[in-house]
């Protein structure tokens, strides 16, 4: 069965720090690509980063460019998002993904983590 829970979440002020992680199971995970999507209130679910299977491919969105870090650890089955420099507009449920490819949406999701980023 598999298993995606994130944590991580919380409230943060702008240009605050979070890190999430998302604790994977009951699939090979170091032969999967990861992801990170996210949803803002009244917004299409969007992806924020991927991640090759081995580590060495990462892309992101252009609006976190250079403020978010995408990671895994394939001894622990995890994956981390590191956020910095955080806006206002991040606020948002963020989800792991497991499967699928860069351009292909997995079929496994987490059940999210919230981000609120306020002053």
């Known amino acids: 069965q598999v298993q995606l829970v994130e944590s991580g979440g919380g409230l943060v002020q702008p240009g605050g720090s979070l890190r999430l992680s998302c604790a994977a199971s009951g699939f090979i995970f170091s032969s999967s690509i990861m992801k990170w999507y996210r949803q803002a209130p009244g917004k299409e679910r969007e992806l924020v980063a991927a991640i090759s299977n081995g580590g060495t491919i990462r892309n992101y969105v252009d609006s976190v460019k250079g403020r978010f870090t995408i990671s895994r650890d394939n001894t622990k089955n995890t994956v981390y998002l590191q956020m910095s420099s955080l806006k206002p507009e991040d606020t948002a449920v963020y989800y792991c993904?497991?499967?699928?490819?860069?351009?292909?949406?997995?079929?496994?999701w987490g059940q999210g983590t919230q981000v609120t980023v306020s002053s």
């Open positions: 993904n497991a499967g699928g490819s860069f351009s292909v949406v997995g079929n496994y």
